[in-house]
């Protein structure tokens, strides 16, 4: 079995192989985000605790956390799923995933320093590995340079210079995101009015129409008293005539 850990702290990671049956047994039944001693690995990684972050089986399948069995399954799987993409609007379908404990059958286990012990590991833990990103979201560019909201963070975008295939020395940042900027607030103060002027038109139309509908209701009584006086004036016209002869 393939062993993949990863150190967030100094951003390296080392693959070894563990073919050992007795050491593989500790890994055994055990669940994904469940921590484990590292002396279970062996002696150098004694004061080290790892979490299981994931793996593959032996045909590739990965392991989904949530789904607690050691084999693999079919699960059906809908829009926002992992590992599922949807092609039509309400469609569901069945997908082979792996389960989050750890079996046999695994070929690739990944794991996590959670804490780092004492002695250092080469390729792991014996040097350090600068970030080439930096961070795109302008909240947390001011977190990380301690600017305020007075502060451009345009000027503070972590960029990087390279040659491209053609020899050009080229630029490259990040777009900045959730940057608040005048024609952001202008758009904002647009998409408001426009919704305030539909409110009050739709509040007119709403009037305009009780109105036509009080005026039309108003002159139908007006033709039924109209209809009824003339019934009343011809019944008593024709009683008068009958008393009269």
Do not use: W
């Not at 073919?19 to 890994?27: I, S």
């Amino acid at each position: 079995m393939k062993i993949n850990i990863a150190c967030p702290s100094s951003g390296m990671q080392k693959v070894m192989e563990i073919d050992d049956e007795r050491r593989l047994q500790n890994l055994y039944d055990r669940r994904m985000a469940q921590e484990i001693d590292g002396s279970i690995l062996g002696e150098e990684f004694d004061g080290y605790f790892l979490r299981i972050s994931g793996g593959n089986d032996k045909q590739g399948f990965p392991m989904r956390q949530g789904v607690l069995t050691n084999t693999r399954v079919r699960i059906l799987c809908k829009e926002g799923h992992k590992g599922y993409r949807q092609r039509r609007s309400g469609e569901r379908k069945r997908k082979s995933v792996r389960g989050a404990v750890v079996g046999n059958d695994i070929s690739v286990l990944n794991l996590v320093v959670t804490q780092v012990g004492e002695k250092e590991i080469p390729g792991l833990t014996d040097s350090q590995v600068p970030r080439r990103l930096g961070p795109k979201r302008a909240n947390n560019i001011r977190k990380l340079f301690a600017l305020t909201k007075e502060d451009d963070v345009r000027k503070y975008v972590i960029a990087r210079t390279f040659t491209n295939k053609k020899g050009v020395t080229v630029r490259k940042a990040p777009k900045i995101q959730r940057l608040v900027t005048p024609i952001m607030l202008q758009r904002k103060r647009a998409r408001k009015s426009a919704m305030l002027s539909q409110l009050k038109k739709s509040k007119d139309e709403a009037e305009a129409y009780k109105k036509i509908v009080a005026q039309r209701q108003a002159e139908e009584k007006e033709t039924r008293r109209s209809l009824i006086s003339k019934r009343r004036s011809s019944r008593k016209s024709a009683k008068v005539a009958e008393t009269t002869k």
